[in-house]
């Protein structure tokens, strides 16, 4: 009898203990109930075998895997929205016309100054009306192409600044799996607190959480580890020459090994401010170059066939477009272009050219616009010249001479904007316009040919300002397009933080039922305790 009464005694002990620990948990919970990335717990009951009562097996977190990876690729589809989203309103305030100060607007108000100098060809003020709103334009151009370049570089800045916070957060979570792996309880705490970094990773660069049998590991998009269970490796930036010295991003292992993952990063933030420096941001500043290099060089060609005030001719409006050239990427850096000019405007083409050495003595010229190859089987020396559509380039070594394969890009698009300026001779004096054909005071007949530039197709086959107007209208859509992605993926962001507040979230009421329930569970074990206590005092009495 006594063995029976104190049996019942531990299985009422044991059910106080546990109705204790389920009140712990669920008072945790409630007090959690705010916290950022808190998973709802809840104590697993075990029945013990023959009928010896009950014990709490674990303590378990209510969340789903699956959601934690569906939401880790949503996060990386916002990130990369949002910093796109950004950059893009941006770049539109840049180059937009309707605050009536933009590219379009400066090329309306030069032609229309050309206009009123065709009414009085020999007028000073209107000569000097025309050279004011022409370095109006260029000036126009030239700051407009500058925001774009700042903007580039604030995100080339903010790549670096990515880069610093990622490695914040792969340190941490190393130092969280330091406590947690190898430990068979873990700390539910530490595992929400990992999550919670793993997301905020997520959203600034893509990578893949593989988590399961004691191992733990963080991969880039490349496949190179960022995280292995308790290490953490490093991302380092690099300034890439063939790229204008913007940042490569890097893996660093700790042997110090590195390897380039730049391309592999095409979602999160660092994926959305790398297509923003590299891919966006030069398509606008290309189409301005355009838009001045063939404004310059058209405008250039007629003028110089007109006759000034003093009876000269062949005098330039504006500066030539000049030769810009870079190495590609993979080039040995054994040789260079050491410099370009342009020899005849009239030549120029505007085409994408390149220089591909087909070994280390012979060199092609490729119209990388059309395919055609210019120059073939050129022989190379260091220093010697070579002329095509009327630009001049001279090549010569750095270290070691070419390599076969090197290839250097050639153009005369590139910087056109940055650069473009009214003329040496126009900024001398407004008399150097050539308004006529001849140096007659009331000559006209060279304005109204080149008033005529304002309507021909001179760009794509697109009027200067209705290719103008094509580039800053396809911006505004890109900045639609940029919004309503980023209002998708918040909407996506949200429904999968639903699903996982429906698992993981705390409720109040369901908590609140659940202090009564296990109250009483306590009571219930209390109260059995005390009627067992009772029914062995009396038996010992009666003894």
């Known amino acids: ?33 705010n916290t950022e990335g808190y998973s709802r717990q809840e104590a697993v009951y075990e029945a013990l075998s023959n009928l010896t009562g009950v014990t709490i097996s674990n303590i378990i977190q209510m969340r789903d895997a699956f959601l934690d990876t569906r939401m880790g690729y949503a996060l990386q589809d916002y990130g990369k929205a949002e910093i796109k989203q950004t950059f893009i309103e941006r770049v539109e305030t840049i180059v937009d016309e309707t605050n009536q100060d933009g590219i379009g607007v400066a090329l309306d108000d030069f032609f229309q100054a050309l206009q009123d100098l065709t009414l009085d060809p020999g007028g000073t003020t209107e000569r000097e009306l025309v050279r004011a709103q022409a370095e109006e334009l260029c000036q126009t151009m030239q700051s407009t192409y500058q925001l774009l370049l700042n903007e580039q570089a604030e995100a080339n800045r903010e790549v670096a600044s990515i880069v610093s916070s990622v490695n914040e957060i792969l340190d941490a979570i190393a130092n969280i799996n330091k406590t947690l792996l190898g430990s ?40 190179m580890p960022l995280v292995i269970n308790v290490t953490a490796n490093e991302l380092v930036v690099h300034p890439d020459a063939t790229n204008d010295g913007f940042y490569d991003v890097f893996v660093r292992d700790n042997a110090g090994l590195e390897q380039n993952v730049t391309d592999y990063i095409t979602t999160s933030k660092l994926g959305g401010l790398l297509e923003i420096r590299d891919s966006l941001i030069p398509d606008q500043l290309r189409w301005i170059d355009e838009a001045a290099a063939h404004l310059a060089t058209e405008f250039n060609i007629l003028h110089q066939t007109g006759i000034d005030l003093d009876g000269d001719t062949g005098v330039n409006f504006f500066e030539p477009v000049g030769v810009a050239f870079a190495p590609e990427a993979g080039n040995s850096l054994g040789a260079q272009i050491s410099s370009g000019t342009v020899l005849d405007q009239t030549l120029l083409t505007f085409d994408d050219y390149a ?14 616009s059309t395919g055609a190859t210019v120059i073939s089987g050129a022989a190379y020396a260091s220093g010697v010249t070579v002329s095509f559509d009327g630009i001049e380039i001279t090549l010569g070594d750095l270290s070691g001479g070419p390599q076969t394969g090197d290839t250097f890009s050639v153009n005369t698009i590139d910087n056109a904007a940055a650069n473009i300026s009214v003329s040496a001779d126009i900024r001398a004096s407004s008399s150097n316009i050539a308004a006529g054909l001849s140096n007659a005071a009331s000559d006209n007949e060279n304005l109204l040919l080149l008033l005529e530039l304002e ?5 794509d086959g697109l009027a200067l300002r209705n ?19 980023l209002i998708a993926q918040d909407t ?31 009571q219930a074990s209390a109260r059995m305790i005390s009627a067992m ?6 038996l010992i009495n009666i003894v």
């Open 492 to 522: 996506i962001v949200n429904q999968i933080s639903g699903y996982v507040e429906e698992i993981s979230g705390v409720s109040l009421d369901e908590e609140s039922t659940n202090l009564i329930i296990f109250q009483r569970a306590y």
């Open 467 to 485: 290719f103008i107007n094509t580039h800053v209208a396809d911006v505004g859509l890109k900045a639609s397009q940029a919004k309503s992605e």
């Open 184 to 223: 068979t309880q873990g700390s539910n705490e530490l595992f929400d607190q990992r999550q919670v970094l793993i997301n905020d990773l997520q959203e600034l660069i893509p990578s893949t959480v593989i988590n399961g049998d004691g191992e733990f590991f963080i991969y880039a998009a490349s496949g």
């Open 455 to 459: 309507d021909a197709g001179i760009v």
């Open 1 to 33: 009898m006594t063995t029976s009464i104190m049996t019942i005694m531990n299985i009422a002990n044991q059910g106080l203990y546990a109705a204790q620990q389920s009140l712990q948990v669920t008072g945790q919970n409630i007090a959690n109930v």
């Open 355 to 368: 220089v591909v050495f087909t070994d280390p003595t012979t060199f092609d010229v490729v119209n990388v």
């Open 533 to 538: 206590d009772e029914i062995l005092q009396t």
